[in-house]
């Protein structure tokens, strides 16, 4: 079983930067993809962004140029750096990633990071 644990959320000023880490424990063949989403109040889950195991990534239209996905050598941990923040980027930002297991993909969630961007 893949547990992922989010760090680096907190309370920031618009225009301040936060860099996001999303780590992965247990057991699994190959990764798919990584991704970051977000959920603000009363707001449906949304895609952040995401990068595949060819290192394609992927960013919503209101963080491109802002934000930045990234993952380490080893692949184990995926990174957001995230830039000139936005009261609109307040959120609970949580890490996804799709495992390959026995041939079938997974997906797997971590608990979220609280990121709170204040005017």
């Known amino acids: 079983q893949v547990q992922l644990v989010e760090s680096g959320g907190g309370l920031v000023q618009a225009g301040g930067s936060l860099r996001l880490s999303c780590a992965a424990s247990?057991?699994?063949?190959?990764?798919?993809?990584m991704g970051w989403y977000r959920q603000a109040p009363g707001k449906q889950r949304e895609l952040v962004a995401a990068i595949t195991n060819s290192d394609s990534t992927n960013y919503a239209d209101s963080v491109k140029g802002r934000f930045t996905i990234s993952r380490d050598n080893a692949g184990n941990t995926v990174f957001l750096q995230m830039n000139s923040l936005k009261p609109e980027d307040t959120g609970v930002y949580y890490c996804k990633w799709v495992v390959i297991t026995f041939s079938i993909a997974y997906d797997c969630w971590g608990q979220g990071t609280q990121v709170t961007v204040s005017s």
């Open positions: 247990g057991s699994f063949s190959s990764i798919n993809s």
